[in-house]
């Protein structure tokens, strides 16, 4: 019978030659997520700093919601181009 403390190891080149592609893979979708998340962080405290330094009113709810489903149609519009 299986007990919570055993382990199951398994010893294999192969084993060990996918975990690492796993692994190296992972990581590099990692590092490319966190890389685009701090650059949409870097932008849009850039157009903060921008707007508040020359004192611009906000955009006002229609052109936001404009802007919004523009994107939203255009993203799904062109997905597949690339």
């Known amino acids: 019978m299986d007990r919570?403390?055993?382990?199951?190891v398994i010893e294999g080149s192969?084993?060990?030659?996918?975990?690492?592609?796993?692994s190296s893979s992972a990581q590099r979708v990692l590092r490319n997520t966190y890389m685009l998340l701090s650059a949409s962080l870097l932008w849009s405290a850039a157009c903060a700093g921008g707007a508040m330094a020359y004192r611009l009113p906000g955009p006002?709810?229609?052109l936001?919601?404009?802007?919004?489903?523009?994107?939203?149609?255009?993203?799904?519009?062109?997905?597949n181009s690339a």
């Open 4 to 8: 919570p403390g055993d382990r199951i």
């Open 14 to 22: 192969a084993t060990r030659v996918g975990a690492a592609a796993t």
């Open 60 to 62: 006002g709810i229609l």
């Open 64 to 79: 936001t919601l404009v802007g919004f489903y523009g994107l939203l149609f255009a993203i799904e519009r062109l997905r």
